[in-house]
């Protein structure tokens, strides 16, 4: 199971190809497009949304910190987008999101069952470039 994150309003740089294009050519279109789609799957989402909702708790209503848990389709709009952007942007450059890894990947280890759910600063980055471009994204 995945969490495939769309655009409502994405920034476009590049027209996007036609459906005949090559995988790679379309992979690369969406690098050069990094609001149009994020994806993770369940083990890479549930703790970088709990990241997001624990450090944007005054931009996030309850209803869209619960709802970020499921893939219905559930939209956070341009303005929320943009505030959390800057947010993640914020604690990228203060090291604060690197230092949560850290200490994430130390309770990891200390755990008896191995947890499955990794916590990258680098998912962080491209997540937080993914709402910066977004206008807004739908959680499906």
């Avoid at 609001?35 to 624990?54: A, I, Q, S």
């Avoid at 931009?59 to 947010?87: C, P, S, W």
């Amino acid at each position: 199971m995945g969490f495939d994150l769309s655009g409502v309003n994405p920034k476009m740089r590049t027209e996007e190809p036609d459906e005949n294009c090559l995988h790679d050519e379309y992979s690369e279109w969406l690098d050069e497009n990094p609001g149009v789609y994020f994806r993770n799957n369940v083990w890479w989402w549930r703790p970088l949304w709990e990241y997001v909702c624990d450090q944007c708790s005054d931009i996030l209503t309850e209803k869209d910190r619960h709802r970020g848990n499921y893939n219905d389709g559930h939209k956070i709009g341009k303005v929320k987008a943009l505030h959390i952007a800057r947010r993640l942007d914020k604690l990228l450059k203060k090291g604060d999101v690197f230092q949560y890894e850290m200490a994430y990947q130390e309770w990891r280890e200390q755990q008896e069952s191995k947890v499955p759910y990794p916590f990258r600063e680098s998912n962080v980055r491209e997540f937080s470039k993914f709402c910066r471009e977004s206008g807004g994204f739908y959680i499906c």
